[in-house]
């Protein structure tokens, strides 16, 4: 899938831009360093006649509030959609691409269509949409913290599950990131099929042919 080149940043601080639109989808995703899971990706509409206070960037929320957060967008929001790549996906296509696929399944699985989309970070998927890259947009379009508080936590959901299918990896705990905990428990207990094997130190690891068969 090839990516198509934001517009300029510019267009981005134009207030006139948002103000044209009437129905505008914020889109975000979760999950692109972890070692293990899907890439997630969620868009939202959001109703500007009942407007959901504390929205922002869901790294900067407790999971408590985000969880909170999670379930008012779900009851308040015009539309919203979750969609994600799988492991086998990232590993075939590379991260980005994979991201930009989750992204777009997440923005066609919408059941209303927007008149303009915007993407948090600076890459968006190509598609024959209104669509803009913002910056750091997921705190500072409502719409895209919405998207980034039901991808974050529809991803540390899932991993919570694998959590209780593999409790020796600590995917409760670290949500599948390359931290010590992690790096120790694969090196100990081998590769799992949710794990990312293009990934360092994954690929590394799975070089050298040393690890535990499961």
Do not use: C
């Amino acid at each position: 899938m090839s990516l198509k080149k934001p517009q300029a940043p510019d267009l981005f601080n134009d207030q006139m831009l948002i103000e044209s639109a009437d129905l505008i989808a914020g889109v975000d995703e979760a999950g692109r360093g972890p070692l293990a899971g899907p890439v997630v990706a969620a868009a939202v509409i959001l109703d500007p006649d009942n407007p959901i206070e504390g929205l922002r960037d869901s790294k900067k929320l407790t999971a408590a509030k985000r969880e909170k957060l999670a379930t008012e967008i779900k009851q308040k929001a015009l539309s919203w959609s979750i969609a994600h790549a799988t492991v086998e996906e990232i590993d075939e296509l590379n991260i980005l691409e994979a991201t930009m696929l989750a992204m777009k399944r997440a923005i066609v699985g919408l059941s209303l269509e927007p008149n303009l989309i915007l993407v948090d970070g600076n890459r968006i998927p190509k598609m024959n949409r209104r669509i803009n890259a913002v910056v750091k947009g997921d705190d500072k379009i409502a719409a895209i913290s919405a998207a980034s508080i039901l991808a974050k936590t529809t991803r540390d959901g899932w991993m919570v599950e694998l959590d209780a299918r593999y409790p020796e990896y600590g995917f409760a705990k670290h949500k599948g990131y390359g931290v010590k905990q992690h790096i120790e428990a694969i090196r100990r207990y081998g590769v799992l099929p949710v794990h990312r094997k293009s990934f360092s130190p994954v690929k590394e690891m799975l070089a050298k042919d040393d690890l535990p068969s499961l």
